[in-house]
């Protein structure tokens, strides 16, 4: 039996804003790829359904951009390394942790994002939730949007989905593939605490260092390239494994266990990234509902647990949850190029390169660090969805396999497509070609100038 349902009377639309590029999502793919085309000099708009740019980094708060970053770790640079640089120069970062990078403060990099966009004469539309495409054939024409003012039409002349989920290219009728639930990677609640007695802490960190070896738990188990597994990693198993033992946590939650990101000096012990949620599909609100509810819960336990058991937190608060829960793996689209585990592990180069991003491999039970100087190329042809026209996919959606996935989900890869979309979208309107006939050693020149490595 078929559900109930209306019907929808048909309504005019306002088209209330045109631009050259139009970029929807601001997470460090959408947020790199309208920097990136607005200093190819095109106009272009960005459409966020939050408050606020930057994504994973300032809604979930996801402050690790490149944890990843060791001496011999070779990257692409560009607008993902101006990130961090920028929040370093505004005092939205610290140190982090494991490696060589700085952790961005989620909060922080709001007005990073804010001044970042303005200076480069972005067009911001926030508070704005796309919810359908506006097409002509295949030709993806603009986008309806709906907020506090209703329905709302943008018209543009190439438009870029970086929602993480590819629904715009989805919805445009491009050919898309959905993880199943049960083989998606753990969606997680991020939380940040207040309180921690830092010298306790670090005494506490010192005297009984994890490396990634320790990653492995009752409930998963990680391959490494045997290089990791004595480096130190800044992850929290014992104080859990302790409160499961006394009851504190129910004995079914085994997987509360996981990373820790600075220890600042005000005793703020930020980045608790310890919830793990399996199940949680990011395209069913229903499921997503579930799960925040069920994420705060376990944080809170995963709270009393570092109280009653971790040196220096017997003080700890919750500071705060980041805005919404975090998702790693949902919809990706078909490209013209599809990416596969053996270009992500053995260093894939390609003429269309975009950027480069170093061997790191994180996610389906695998952590590979880049610390030897091997990386891998990024090729243009995986941002070019099937079925639709002046339409690019850039983030963690572009196409590719499940452990090439694990590489390219990650924020700074996604930065580094997002850059060489922005910039392929904006020459594509200035040259008046399709985007499947954009000059790549034009694309790649920009880039250089725009100070991206490439190759």
Known sequence: MNPMTIQEPAREIAVIHQCDVLVLGSGPGGLAAALAAARAGVSV??????????GNITTVGVEGLAWYRHEKTVEAMGIGWEFEERAKAMGAASPESQSLSYEIDSEGFKLVADRLVQEAGIHPMLHRLVVAPIMEGDWLKGVIVESKAGREAILAQ????????????HRAGAITHTTPVEQMQAASVMFHLAGVDKTRFMAG???????YADWATGEWKIETSGKEDKMFSPFLKKPFAQALQAGIIPAHLTTIAGTWGAMLDSGELTYMNLVHLAGCDGTDPDSMTQQEIEGRSQAMLAIEALKRFTPGCENARLRNFGMTI??????????????TEHDVREQAR????????????DGYGILILPTTGRYMHIPYRSMLPKGVRRLLVTGRAIGGDRISHAATRNMACCAVAGQGAGIAAALSV???VELDAVSIPAVQQELARQGVRYQ
């Not at 190439?158 to 290219?169: E, L, P, S």
């Not at 960190?205 to 490396?211: A, G, K």
């Not at 390609?350 to 491999?361: A, Q, R």
């Open 45 to 54: 708009t960005l459409v966020e359904r939050f408050g606020c740019f930057g």
């Open 158 to 169: 190439r438009i870029i989905d970086a929602t993480g989920d590819a629904d715009i290219a």
């Open 205 to 211: 960190v010192r005297e009984d260092p994890q490396t």
């Open 326 to 339: 975090g998702i790693r793996d949902t919809r990706k689209i078909d490209a013209v190029y599809n990416l």
């Open 350 to 361: 390609f003429e269309d390169s975009i950027g480069i991003y170093p061997e790191f491999i």
């Open 430 to 432: 200035k040259s008046g």
